[in-house]
């Protein structure tokens, strides 16, 4: 049954994974000082691979969070979402009991499915025969199996869903999960996105692009904006965020919200060769129109960043049109932990929450002089500290995809 719809819908719970650190506060610290989370490949030999380098969680114990029965059951990718999901209910301190299991829902995203443990079962049903791949292999690979165990683990049997989109599918989920809210359908959701697929098969498909960058150096493989931009580096990870009705969240919790997620758009580029625009311009001016604001309101925008030459044209003349030349402070996180397809959008949106909640930017790292054209505003080399009250987030996935979300700060 669907209750009165509502607009304002608070974050107030965050979920981090990342190759920068386990958690939000471990992230945000590394993000602030600049750390790196790309370095070569440990989980195998990638000496015959054209690229070696990947935003990496290391030292991540999956035992040490999850229950023993769920080991044999998850891929690497779902321990990682699981272990996010628990953050943020934890952050939130929500109780999915007190709040009803039919009111509290989770929507997520996931590009690659479970890569490690498809190729592991499909090793032993060539080596060995049938009858010794795991019963789990039924859904263990599936890109919908975050959702799945999450709602499971927590017993969130509300509104649910899966949204592909690769790298824009993170915005697309938190936007999905935004709606449910606003039209009264669930008072909690858990939503974001997670990746990891980086066995051999994996990264095979991320070198299939074209556009993973062949640098051996970290500090040179992955420059978005940069002149010496000459591709990306794929990384793992994500992030999961509590998203509540305002009323209901202000009324069983005195503490203080993230944020708001305020407005949320899609678009898709015209097919190649159309005489026509890429669609990010008017995803973010989309956005913004959902959240009522003007673009002079805003004070950040988190950029895609996605460190091909010809990509990071594109996002630098949408910001140059939506905002005007060096009109706004643009922050690339990315460059610290690669891009990390459905992953990146939302821990890109933690990462703008807490810039509004301290007041600093975070700096892009290891960039050097920009591409004359691009005429944007980029924070690089150190943070950048003033009031923020509204910062715009933006991503694109592979095929076409653009989303942007627009996050403020909590009313007074």
């Known amino acids: 049954m669907s209750r009165s ?3 304002d819908v ?5 979920g981090v994974t990342a190759p920068t650190g ?4 471990e992230y945000w610290n590394t993000t602030l000082a600049g750390g790196q989370g790309i370095a070569p490949l440990q989980e195998f030999d990638a000496e015959p691979y054209t690229a070696r380098l990947a935003g990496q969680i290391t030292g991540f114990d999956a035992a040490a969070h999850l229950p023993g029965r769920l080991l044999p059951q998850t891929d690497r990718v779902t321990r990682l979402a699981l272990v996010a999901a628990d953050q943020a209910l934890e952050d939130a301190q929500a109780d999915v009991g007190e709040l009803g299991t039919y009111e509290c829902g989770v929507v997520t995203s996931n590009a690659t499915g479970g890569f490690e443990f498809s190729h592991r079962e499909m090793r032993k049903l060539w080596s060995k025969g049938p009858q010794h791949v795991s019963v789990y ?37 938190i936007g999905l999960a935004r709606r449910t809210i606003n039209r009264g359908r669930g008072r909690l959701m858990l939503t974001g996105g997670v990746e990891s697929s980086f066995d051999p098969w994996g990264w095979v498909s991320h070198l299939a692009s074209g556009a993973v960058s062949t640098a051996t150096d970290p500090a040179t493989a992955y420059l978005p904006f940069d ?9 793992e990870g994500g992030a999961v965020l509590v998203l509540e009705e305002a009323d209901s969240a202000r009324a069983r919790s005195g503490r203080a919200p993230y944020g708001r997620i305020t407005g949320h758009a899609s678009t898709f580029d015209p097919a190649p060769g159309v005489p026509r625009p890429p669609g990010l311009q008017r995803a973010a001016e989309l956005a913004l129109a959902d959240a009522g604001l003007q673009p002079d309101a805003v004070d ?50 933690v990462c703008a929450l807490l810039a509004l909640r301290d007041g600093v930017i975070p700096p892009a790292v290891n960039i050097g002089e920009l591409a004359e054209d691009h005429r944007i505003d980029l924070v690089r080399d150190e943070p950048r500290f003033g009031p923020l009250s509204t910062a715009l ?10 989303s942007a979300v627009v996050v403020e700060r909590p009313l007074p």
């Open 22 to 25: 386990l958690g939000p506060k």
């Open 227 to 235: 002149r010496r931009a000459g591709g990306y580096v794929p990384g």
């Open 137 to 173: 292999q039924c859904f263990a690979w599936f890109y919908a199996v975050n959702t799945g165990q999450i709602s499971i683990r927590h017993k969130m049997r509300g509104p649910g869903g899966v949204v592909v989109a690769e790298q824009a599918g993170g915005l697309d989920a």
């Open 300 to 349: 950040l925008v988190v950029a895609d960043a996605a460190g091909v030459p010809e990509l990071d044209a594109q996002e630098a003349a949408a910001l140059r049109a939506v905002f005007g030349p060096f009109g706004v402070p643009v922050c690339a996180p990315k460059t610290m932990v690669g891009r990390l397809m459905a992953g990146g959008g939302p821990l890109d949106v």
């Open 393 to 402: 987030v933006l991503a694109r996935g592979a095929g076409g995809f653009n």
């Open 10 to 14: 608070l974050v107030t719970g965050l």
């Open 5 to 7: 719809a509502s607009t």
